[in-house]
């Protein structure tokens, strides 16, 4: 059984880091396309950053390149979303997600439907 389950979210005001992580298992790590996603009230789930587990370069959302890093530990099937300087546009629940067997880029920019597994999501609450 596959599962996603995040964790590190929390509140903290503009400036201010988290990471989030987010455990895999139940399917072989390797060769994977994870990547995180966000969802505030009122607005679509949308792309933050997404990562081949089998290498090659990580894409971002224009919204957050050069702010979040993600990055994994391919030893502890985790998946980490570090998130600097943060705003609170960023507000919002981050979803944890996984396409088995696949590439990402064509998957991150067809966006939420590409993905087949979905962690349970953790709140980042931002405050000015």
């Known amino acids: 059984q596959v599962q996603l389950v995040e964790s590190g979210g929390g509140s903290v005001q503009a400036g201010g880091s988290l990471r989030l992580s987010c455990g895999v298992s139940g399917y072989t790590y390797d060769g994977n396309c994870m990547a995180w996603f966000r969802q505030a009230p009122g607005k679509e789930r949308e792309g933050v950053a997404t990562?081949?587990?089998?290498?090659?370069?990580?894409y971002y959302a224009d919204s957050v390149k050069g702010r979040f890093t993600i990055s994994q530990d391919n030893a502890k099937n985790t998946v980490y979303l570090q998130m600097n300087d943060l705003k609170p546009e960023d507000t919002a629940m981050y979803y944890c997600a996984a396409k088995l067997y696949s590439a990402c880029y064509a998957s991150f920019q067809q966006g939420a439907s590409a993905f087949g597994y979905w962690g349970q999501g953790t709140q980042v609450t931002v405050s000015s």
């Open positions: 990562i081949y587990t089998a290498g090659y370069t990580p």
